[in-house]
C-alpha cells in the first residue's frame, strides 16, 4: 500500500481523509512472536502522538503500543480479543489495532516504506 | 535466534504455537545438541557419580537412564541432569548447556584415578523427536522401539544411521532422543522431517520446548532452581536418595527434609492475557510470599500457566492467589501439577516429594 506510513517503533498507519487506522507492521510481529493477547483502551479515548495505549502480549514478552498520531479512538479491533494470531497472519489487514480520528497534523516523522525497511533491518542487527 | 547458554537457537521455525500443538498431537523435533554430554568412565565411575548425585545409581542397569540432581555441600543445586549406563562402567552424562563449563569444572575436581571424563558435546549430536505418534512416525531404515521401556535406551538404526535411542524427553509425551554422530546428523533430521511431513511433524524450537515442558511440570535449571534452591523446595526430593550411603551435600539435605522445606514450587493458572513472566511477584492476601520461576501462555490448554516458589505453608489445589502482571494484580488458580499429562509411558517425573 503506497500510502502506509511507519514509526521507528513499528507502528504503521494508513490514512483514508481524517481516519487513521493503526497497527504494527510485518518486522514487529515476526520479532514479537506468537501474539496471545492485546490490552486495548475504550473507544472515545483521547491520545496525543506517541502516547503509550496499551499492551501486546506474545509468548515472550509484553510490549507498549504507542499511538503514532494525535486523535480521539473512534474504533477498536474487537476481532483481537478472540483471535490475537491476525495481527501475526495478517497484520495489514485484518490485524489493525485500532482507528483514529486525527486531530490536527500528520507528525513530520513518520517515515515511507524505504526508510522504515532501512530503520528494521539496522535494529535487527 | 536467541542466545542459550552460549547457542544460537531457534525460539521457533515457524510459529511457537504450530510446533507446541504438533508436539501434543502428532510429534515435533527439537534440535537439543546444545545440550553437554559427557562420557564418564572407569572402574570407579559407579562410585563417582554416587558421590557426586543425589539419586541412587547402584540398581540402575546398563540400557536405562536416570533423573538425578547434582548438589553442592550446602544443598544447594549446581544442576539437573540425565544418566545414562551404558555398560556397568560406562555412563552418559547429559547436562544443561548454561551449565556444561561449570559442571565439568566440578566434575573434574572430584575425579580420582580409576575414572575418565570426556566431554562429546561437539561430536555426538542430540535430537528428541516427541509427540503421542513419535514411535510410529520413525522414518524408514529405523530399528524397532516397541522393546524400550520408558527411561531405557539401546543402540540402533534411525533413518539406517547408527546411533543411542532413548526413550526419554523434556515434554511430556512418549518420544526419543536420539544421539548421533554429529557427521551424520543432519541426515536423520531431514529423513524424520520429510518422511513425517504429511502426518504434521513440524521443527520445534525453544518457544514450544519451553511450553510443553512447563506444562508437565518439568523444571527448567536457572528458572525454576540454582544454587540458591534445595531440591525439596524444588519438588524433586524424590530424586534424593538419603539411603544410599553418603554423597556431597547429604547432611545438608537430611536437614532439610526432616524440618521440611520454607519454601516449595507451585503451579498456577491465569485468565486469557495475564501471562506470569518469571521474577513477577506471588501475594496473598496483600502479602507478597515468592515470585514466579516459570510462566508462559499455553495454547494447548488455552490459558497461561506458571509455576511459583513460594513461603511454606502453602496454598491448597483451587485457591485464589494474586500475581503481579503488567505491574497491577491478577487473579491466579492454584491447580495441580503437572498442568498437563502427556503420553509418555509411564507417569511424568512426580510433582512433589
Not at chain 2, 504429511?198 to 514450544?208: C, S, T
Request: glycine share 10%; net charge negative.
Amino acid at each position: 500500500m503506497a500510502d502506509r506510513r511507519y514509526t521507528k517503533t513499528h507502528e504503521w498507519i494508513s490514512v483514508d481523509g481524517k481516519t487513521v487506522t493503526v497497527g504494527i507492521t510485518d518486522f514487529a510481529q515476526a520479532q514479537l512472536g506468537d501474539v496471545v493477547f492485546l490490552e486495548l483502551p475504550a473507544v472515545g479515548r483521547k491520545l496525543a502522538a506517541r502516547e503509550s495505549f496499551g499492551v501486546i502480549e506474545s509468548v515472550k514478552a509484553a510490549s507498549d503500543l504507542y499511538s503514532p498520531v494525535p486523535g480521539r479512538i473512534t474504533e477498536v479491533n474487537e476481532k483481537l480479543s478472540a483471535k490475537p494470531e491476525l495481527v501475526n497472519s495478517d497484520p495489514y489487514g485484518e490485524g489493525w489495532i485500532l482507528k483514529l480520528e486525527l486531530a490536527g497534523d500528520l507528525p513530520s516523522d513518520l517515515l515511507d516504506e524505504a526508510a522504515y525497511k532501512r530503520s528494521a533491518e539496522a535494529a535487527a542487527h | 535466534m536467541v542466545d542459550f547458554g552460549g547457542w544460537e537457537l531457534p525460539q521457533q521455525y515457524t510459529s511457537i504455537r504450530d510446533e507446541h500443538l504438533a508436539v501434543r498431537k502428532v510429534a515435533g523435533l527439537f534440535d537439543i545438541s546444545h545440550m553437554g554430554r559427557l562420557v564418564v568412565e572407569g572402574a570407579g565411575a559407579e562410585r563417582y557419580l554416587q558421590h557426586l548425585m543425589t539419586n541412587d545409581l547402584a540398581p540402575l542397569p546398563p540400557g536405562h537412564a536416570i533423573y538425578t540432581l547434582m548438589c553442592e555441600q550446602d544443598g544447594g543445586v549446581i544442576d539437573d541432569l540425565v544418566i545414562y549406563r551404558e555398560t556397568e562402567q560406562r555412563f552418559i552424562v547429559v547436562v544443561n548447556a548454561a551449565n556444561r563449563e561449570k559442571d565439568t569444572a566440578w566434575m573434574r575436581k572430584h575425579l580420582s584415578e580409576d575414572v575418565t571424563m570426556e566431554d562429546r558435546t561437539l561430536d555426538l549430536s542430540l535430537i528428541a523427536f516427541q509427540g503421542p505418534k513419535a514411535h510410529e512416525l520413525l522414518p524408514k531404515g529405523s530399528s524397532k522401539t516397541d522393546d524400550i521401556p520408558y527411561f531405557g535406551f539401546r543402540a540402533g538404526k534411525v533413518a539406517g544411521l547408527l546411533g543411542l535411542i532413548s526413550r526419554t524427553g523434556y515434554t511430556g509425551e512418549d518420544g526419543f532422543e536420539l544421539f548421533i554422530d554429529s557427521e551424520h546428523v543432519v541426515q536423520v533430521w531431514d529423513a524424520i522431517l520429510a518422511e513425517g511431513k504429511n502426518a504434521g511433524v513440524l521443527p520445534a524450537g525453544l518457544g514450544a520446548r519451553d511450553a510443553t515442558r512447563l506444562e508437565a511440570a518439568l523444571r527448567l535449571y536457572g528458572n525454576d532452581m540454582d544454587e540458591t534452591v534445595n531440591p525439596y523446595e524444588a519438588g524433586l526430593g524424590w530424586t534424593v536418595k538419603l539411603g544410599k550411603g553418603d554423597f556431597i551435600g547429604r547432611d545438608v539435605l537430611a536437614a532439610v527434609k526432616q524440618q521440611g522445606p520454607k519454601r516449595t514450587l507451585i503451579g498456577f493458572k491465569t485468565q486469557p492475557g495475564d501471562i506470569p513472566r518469571h521474577g513477577a511477584a506471588v501475594s496473598s492476601e496483600g502479602r507478597r510470599v515468592g515470585a514466579v520461576t516459570s510462566g508462559t501462555h499455553s495454547f494447548f490448554l488455552g490459558h497461561p500457566i506458571a509455576l511459583a516458589m513460594v513461603e511454606v505453608p502453602s496454598f491448597r489445589v483451587g485457591e485464589t492467589i494474586a500475581v503481579e502482571v503488567r505491574g497491577r494484580e491478577a487473579s491466579a488458580e492454584v491447580v495441580k501439577l503437572p498442568f498437563y499429562r502427556g503420553s509418555a509411558r509411564s507417569a511424568v517425573a512426580p510433582a512433589k516429594s
